[in-house]
Structure formats: structure tokens, C-alpha cells
């Protein structure tokens, strides 16, 4: 695995240890994104943009500086690492001129930036959510110079999440031998690209003592001390050359860690009490969350194209005094996000904002 800074952008880079505040200094937030390549057949389903790699890093990058700024942007902000395989953070090829404006706002900050290649993808291909394995890339690369004994606590975040109450989370982190975690409830037969618990759960049963079906463990979040951590990469990796001696495959990191939980080979702490995936939007028949106000932090898949697109531009624009008082007001916060608040005339302003986004991507530039 290779952890080195990325070597074109030193001097913008702060070294993970660099001392926070006291109450926070063991508490740092990662998120990552791994940047495919032309040739590379991809498809993420809620990115809401074109096919086009460089498009779609963009649009994750606007994910991501939203988040950083909902970590950054307080009066007492918590470090936030961002993993890439970019060696060039400012090639616009790679993720569009916009993007690289998106990588030195995140710099400016105070986004620390680090580099991991993907060794942990997929023996075979797949095409859809192929880079959901480079969480574990990502793992390996921020706790790599860590001791077990470090105390240190990091929590690897989907690129679409917002943190409302960092405290909240960071006060519910699992115990010694636990990674934290969120189970999602989903049906027996809910299909989850391409397969339900119910099927994975029996799967399992061929590898070992499984539940049936099994609980299944969400990829939007998992903190833990180095130790924990290693631990889960360690047994992530000996189940998934056991899986592999036998000819199959699992598609995605969820596969993956509902398996390595399932069979108790990893101790997860489930955190839904303070974290959640939120679905948004007027078209969506998902279950509502009965208090999303009081989690601390909010996944949210559906809003790619809108709220994280649009709070990306007023970063980028340095517009923030908006965006910082939002984040300290859940009310405000959950408007500004589409999960509550919002009625049929925003509904139809919004439809109305990303009309005239598509409008402008379709004139000639």
C-alpha cells in the first residue's frame, strides 16, 4: 500500500497528527473517493450525473466539500482527512475544472489529503459501485503508522453524509473490541444490488455460523481505534480470500461487512440511535425517520444533485455565513438538506434549480 502525501501538493497538506482542539484532539473525521478513469466502466446510480468519470468525481467532490465544510466550518472544528487515489489533485482531466476548485476550497479549510491506490477491489468486475471496496484502502492508509495502543478514534464517512452534532457521535463510540457501525433494517427479501439478506445470510451459512437473514451492515460509517480497525481489515481480507478459494464473489463493501459480522468474526456497535440514511425528496417510499433532528449525522444518497451540489457552490463561491449558521440550528439544517420543512413551492424551486443546472450543461461552455 502506498500512504505517501500526495507529492504535488505538499505544501498545501498538514500531517495527520497535527493537535486539535484538547477535547477533540482523539476524534478525526475521513471520507474518500476513489476517481476512475475513462476506460473504467462504472455505474453509481444516485451520483445524478452523466457516465462521464471526471463528471462524476465532480459531483462527489461537491459531496465531500460539503461535508468538510459541515466538519470545518464551527467555532471549534475537528480534523478531516480526505483519501484519494488522485496523485494530481489539480488535473482537470480528472475531475473537471470545477472539481479542482472543489479540492482547494476543501484545502483551504484545512482538509488534510492523503493518498491510497485501491488494492481491495473487486476480483472480478462489476459494474455497479465498484469503488465501494477503497473504504478499506482507505482504513489501511490513515491508520498505517497508528499503534494498536493508540487511543485515537477515526470515523470513515460516505462522501454524502452531514454532520449536525459531532459530539453526539463521538460520545456513543463503541467500546474496546468493537468497530461502530449502522444496521439497517432492511426486509429479508430487499434486494441490495443483486442479492437480500435472506440470500447473503445463507451464503454465510456455507462459510460458517450465520444468521439467516442477516443483519446487514450499512457502509455510510465505521469508527474505531486503530486496533479495531486492523482487526476488521485483517478478517475483511481472510473472508475474502475464503470466499474467493471457492470460486464466488460478494460485489460491495456492505456484502463484505455483513458477512465478516454475521459470522462473528468482527464485533460492530450499532449506532443508528445517532446516525442514519435519510431518504429525501417527494418520490421516495421509504420509511421516515421519527426524529432526524436529534442524530448527529445525516446520510444522505438522494441529495447528490441538489443540496449538496447547490451548498458545494456557495463554499466554493466563500458564501458560507449562511451555510455555518444552518449547521448549528438542526431545524435550519434539515430545511436546507431536504428532510423536513420543505413544501410543494420549494419543491417546485428546486425542480426549477436543477432544470436550469442540466440547461447549463448542455450550452456549449
Known sequence: MDHDRLGSNAAYMTELDAPGPAQRAKNTVVTYLYVHTPDEQFSYPTSRASSDSAAVAMR????????????????????????????????????????????????????????????????????????????????????????????????????????????????????????????????????????TPRRVGEFGRTLGDCPVPVPWVGGELFGGTPRDLRHLIAECDVLDDQIGDNGDEVPAEEHLLTLVGGLGRVSFTDLCDVVWRLSTGPRHEAPRHSNPGALGLWHLPSEKGLSFRRTAGEVLSGRTSRLRRDLTDPVRAMKRFNIEGTGLGRRIRDDGWIAVQRLRQMLPS
Not at 138 to 164: K, N
Open 60 to 195: 462527489y467532490l461537491e459531496c465531500a466539500a460539503t461535508q468538510a465544510a459541515s466538519v470545518r466550518l464551527r467555532d471549534d472544528p475537528v480534523d478531516f482527512v480526505l483519501v484519494t487515489n488522485l496523485r494530481d489533485l489539480r488535473d482537470p482531466k480528472a475531475v473537471t475544472s470545477r472539481g479542482v476548485a472543489l479540492l482547494e476550497s476543501m484545502e483551504a479549510m484545512g482538509v488534510q489529503m492523503l493518498y491510497a491506490d485501491y488494492a481491495h477491489r473487486n476480483r472480478i468486475s462489476v459494474d455497479m459501485y465498484p469503488s465501494s471496496r477503497y473504504l478499506l484502502d482507505a482504513v489501511v492508509a490513515v491508520i498505517a503508522d497508528e499503534p494498536d495502543d493508540s487511543e485515537h478514534r477515526y470515523w470513515f464517512t460516505d462522501v454524502d453524509c452531514v454532520w449536525v452534532d459531532l459530539d453526539k457521535v463521538f460520545a456513543a463510540a463503541p467500546p474496546a473490541g468493537s468497530v461502530g457501525c449502522v444496521y439497517i433494517p432492511y426486509p429479508p427479501a430487499w434486494d441490495i444490488i443483486g442479492t
